[in-house]
């Protein structure tokens, strides 16, 4: 029986070094007791693994640079292949300097760029993080609303292909860790936010390279999601679930009451169930505010956006 190769397709990656681009695909097979056979008899039996110098499916100057065998098992192996532009190439020449004659553009440096992002937003603090409340230390009945203002940058560069899994495990998450910027400083773990990674331009199939755009918000203090604790119900220690909030008459309040990031109501003297899961609790001057992080984390060191 000859062995059967699969293509791991969450194996694919497709990353920028100093001076190249690197991509990686892996493949499983099944079905050959010694890693000879399982490359031999896939490739007899259908071209389906790559070999030392093939071409990248999805952009021809990557070539195969070296063939990674891992056993899984008696007859289970996993093959990493990695390519890279050869260093004499076949199209190109030089090491992609702006100013250089006919210079590669997949080795040409980013290009970046910044701009302002403004929208309306409702708030229920001040500057100085108090909560806004009325004279009775109660929430407003109307919403309060300000104008906020955030960064947003732009680094576009030319890449081999469009790695479509890098753009779906970054697009929708915050910098796990600090990530200094070229030329804008160092960004705090949470503040910088991937609106989106895509390509800027239309393209053809047999394109050489494709101009790739990363999208960034970055806001000061991060994009968690913060609001006032309050409630017309309670959770308090040792009940069985939530109660409605009454009032010194035993009435039950139809307005919500600040709560204590507990479960509690505020200055009540009742002890609360305790701040809910993934919620952290933010006292203030006659108020607490519930945190939040509400968009995973990934480092984007790893993108290797100014390399």
């Not at 899984?72 to 190439?89: K, L, V």
């Not at 305790?274 to 984390?297: C, H, R, S």
Request: aromatic share 10%.
């Amino acid at each position: 029986m000859a062995a059967e190769a699969t293509e791991k397709w969450s194996g694919r990656s497709l990353d920028k070094t100093v001076d190249n681009w690197t991509a990686t695909r892996v493949f499983q097979v099944k079905g050959a007791s010694t890693i000879t056979a399982a490359l031999a008899s896939s490739v007899n039996t259908g071209g389906v693994l790559p070999v030392l110098n093939s071409a990248h499916p999805d952009n021809s100057r990557l070539k195969c640079k070296s063939i990674s065998p891992t056993s899984q098992g008696p007859t289970f192996w996993e093959i990493r292949y990695t390519y890279e532009i050869p260093e004499d190439g076949d199209e190109h020449v030089g090491k992609g300097a702006a100013y250089e004659e006919n210079a590669d553009p997949l080795l040409q440096p980013p290009v970046i760029s910044w701009s302002d992002v403004s929208a309306t937003e409702e708030v229920e603090s001040d500057r100085d993080g108090n909560a806004i409340l009325v004279s009775s230390r109660r929430p407003p009945a109307q919403q309060v609303n300000k104008r906020v203002t955030w960064k947003e940058i732009s680094i576009t560069r030319p890449e081999p292909f469009f790695d479509i899994v890098k753009s779906n495990t970054y697009t929708d998450t915050v910098n796990s860790v600090a990530f200094p910027l070229k030329g804008g400083g160092t960004v705090n773990a949470g503040e910088m936010y991937c609106v989106s990674i895509l390509p800027a331009t239309d393209y053809s199939p047999d394109a050489l390279f494709i101009l790739m755009r990363y999208r960034f918000w970055i806001r000061s203090g991060g994009f968690q999601a913060r609001f006032l604790d309050q409630d017309i119900m309670q959770y308090l220690s040792g009940a069985s679930g939530q109660t409605p909030v009454t009032d010194e008459f035993g009435t039950e309040v139809s307005q919500p009451k600040l709560l204590d990031g507990t479960g509690a109501v505020l200055g009540s003297g009742d002890t609360g169930i305790g701040a809910p899961t993934g919620g952290t609790a933010e006292t203030t001057d006659y108020a607490v505010f519930m945190n939040y992080n509400i968009y995973p984390a990934t480092n984007f060191a790893n993108l290797r956006l100014f390399n």
